[in-house]
């Protein structure tokens, strides 16, 4: 199951689970549109639209509040 990081490791903006707008790689790093634009800037893997979470799925099991900064 994903992470679901709750914020840009570049520029720290909200991520929320529910919501689109967040790249992720296979390796779970989080990022969002207007800070990457190629592939992953910590592993150089393939960045991809992060998919949301919500109603009972976010309830049952709920994203995480660690923020991640590099």
């Given at each position: 199951?994903?992470?679901?990081?709750?914020n840009c490791e570049i520029c720290?903006?909200?991520l929320p689970a529910d919501m689109?707008?967040?790249?992720?790689?296979?390796?779970?790093?989080?990022?969002?549109?207007?800070?990457?634009?190629?592939?992953?800037?910590?592993?150089?893997?393939?960045?991809?639209?992060?998919?949301?979470?919500?109603?009972?799925?976010?309830?049952?099991?709920?994203?995480?509040?660690?923020?991640?900064?590099?």
């Amino acid at each position: 199951m994903l992470q679901m990081r709750p914020n840009c490791e570049i520029c720290d903006k909200d991520l929320p689970a529910d919501m689109a707008g967040a790249l992720i790689c296979s390796f779970e790093c989080t990022f969002c549109t207007d800070c990457v634009d190629g592939p992953c800037p910590n592993c150089g893997g393939l960045l991809t639209p992060r998919p949301t979470r919500v109603g009972k799925a976010l309830e049952t099991h709920p994203a995480s509040t660690k923020r991640v900064l590099k």
